[in-house]
T-cell receptor, first 116, second 111 residues
């Protein structure tokens, strides 16, 4: 059973608001990821982290930012939300391993964001 | 670049029908191959995986075989149930920091 949590599960906000999507995992995983899942169901990697104080941008350009001050916590922030940010945001983590490509990612339940 | 091509959905089947969802990947390096499932209203869960050629991953009656010669990892199940209705994602993994998720295939199983 994966222990990775996301809050809130659903969020409806107005344009221009600053929001932070929370993601926490209690498994001690070093690598964490944020994906954006559009209505067509495709997942796009927007941020990832190798560990504390490490953050990288993913394949899909995003106006969001992330931070990794603690191993277990990987929040995503939008400084000024817009309707184009409406999507589902999925957080994931992966344990370390000698052959990293063998290990699966564990996903949180997702945050469904609607910006009006 | 690295990528994955997945069968488009939705796929609608009757209960107990045979299921195949096709997935092919680009042959760059030697990826590990994963299938994830997303049930309605939930996050993604690992369904099965295979890490080298000819390996067969299996779980909950689903199977997929790592076919290096055809760069494929097709998902199959002999007899689907209504509870299998979900979205299925094929995801090769080329290095530690990246999965490449397919576009997802929605499966609807009717009683």
């Amino acid at each position: 059973e994966a222990d990775i949590y996301q809050t809130p599960r659903y969020l409806v906000i107005g344009t221009g608001k600053k929001i932070t999507l929370e993601c926490s995992q209690t498994m001690g995983h070093d690598k964490m990821y944020w994906y954006q899942q559009d209505p067509g169901m495709e997942l796009h990697l927007i941020h990832y982290s190798y560990g504390v104080n490490s953050t990288e941008k993913g394949d899909l350009s995003s106006e969001s930012t992330v931070s990794r001050i603690r191993t277990e916590h990987f929040p995503l922030t939008l400084e000024s939300a817009r309707p184009s940010h409406t999507s589902q945001y999925l957080c994931a983590s992966k344990p370390p391993g000698a052959i990293s490509s063998y290990n699966e990612q564990f996903f949180g339940p997702g945050t469904r964001l609607t910006v009006l | 670049g690295d990528s994955v091509t997945q069968m488009e959905g939705p796929v609608t089947l009757s209960e107990e029908a045979f299921l195949t969802i096709n997935c092919t990947y680009t042959a760059t390096g030697y990826p590990s191959l994963f299938w994830y499932v997303q049930y309605p209203g939930e996050g993604l869960q690992l369904l099965l995986k295979a890490t080298k050629a000819d390996d067969k991953g299996s779980n909950k009656g689903f199977e997929a075989t790592y076919r290096k010669e055809t760069t494929s990892f097709h998902l199959e199940k002999g007899s689907v149930q209504v509870s299998d209705s979900a979205v299925y994602f094929c995801a090769p993994r080329y290095n530690f920091n990246k999965f490449y998720f397919g576009s997802g295939t929605k499966l609807n199983v009717k009683p």
